[in-house]
Antibody
Framework: QVQLQESGPGLVKPSQTLSLTCTVSGGSISGGTFYWSWIRQPAGKGLEWIGRIYPKGITNYNPSLRGRVTISIDTSENQFSLKVNSVTAADTAVYYC??????????WGHGTLVTVSS | QSVLTQPPSVSGAPGQRVTISCTGSRANIGAGYDVHWYQRLPGAAPRLLIKNNNDRPSGVPDRFSGSKSGTSASLAITGLQAEDEADYYCQSYDSGLSGWDVVFGGGTKLTVL
């Protein structure tokens, strides 16, 4: 059973960069036909897909966030990461990492709250 | 504003049947992309409930079922139980700029009366 765990700072100052890492255990990040995504949920709002990375490093991003987001992968550490530049209060949310199989997300991390505040 | 539209809330008494709708457009559900449903219990991560419109992953009770028609999809829950009280989200793809954009509904809060 694959497990995902997000890690990173819970507080980021406005205009700085939000950085999170997702560690995958119970399976290889480069095995199978999986994609690896970041999804977030601001308080009181719905889920928002941020972007995905394929094991070979190809990325797709939500058009509304493109330009501020970078997703990378480290297959040697079985991890993938998220960076969001120039954050504002609107980036405050619970951030989830998830595994995408076919077109659905079959495994999720527990989520980590990131607050943007000075 | 979410790309897929869901009612903000639904409710039902124990044992009853409830449905949650998910309305999209010709750019997503209507383009033939599959619809998936997730259940998010309070304080927990979302859990895949229905995949590929009407397929239940292992461990999901058969009280949950999904359907899709045209530009819309629905989640039905029969024999409602108190433990079903949660937020439910639909998800599909959208033929946006990349053609592989993931879109979600805004979520529906199910209250078991």
């Amino acid at each position: 059973q694959v497990q995902l765990q997000e890690s990173g700072p819970g507080l980021v100052k406005p205009s700085q960069t939000l950085s999170l890492t997702c560690t995958v255990s119970g399976g290889s990040i480069s095995g199978g036909t999986f994609y690896w995504s970041w999804i977030r949920q601001p308080a009181g709002k719905g889920l928002e897909w941020i972007g995905r990375i394929y094991p070979k490093g190809i990325t797709n991003y939500n058009p509304s966030l493109r330009g501020r987001v970078t997703i990378s992968i480290d297959t040697s550490e079985n991890q993938f990461s998220l960076k969001v530049n120039s954050v504002t209060a609107a980036d405050t949310a619970v951030y989830y990492c998830a595994r995408e199989l076919s077109t659905s997300f079959d495994s999720w991390g527990h989520g980590t709250l990131v607050t943007v505040s000075s | 504003q979410s790309v897929l539209t869901q009612p903000p809330s639904v409710s039902g008494a124990p044992g009853q049947r409830v449905t949650i709708s998910c309305t999209g457009s010709r750019a997503n559900i209507g383009a033939g992309y599959d619809v998936h449903w997730y259940q998010r219990l309070p304080g927990a991560a979302p859990r895949l409930l229905i995949k590929n419109n009407n397929d239940r992953p292992s461990g999901v009770p058969d009280r949950f079922s999904g359907s899709k028609s045209g530009t819309s999809a629905s989640l039905a829950i029969t024999g409602l139980q108190a433990e079903d009280e949660a937020d439910y989200y639909c998800q599909s793809y959208d033929s946006g700029l990349s053609g592989w954009d993931v879109v979600f509904g805004g979520g529906t809060k199910l209250t078991v009366l």
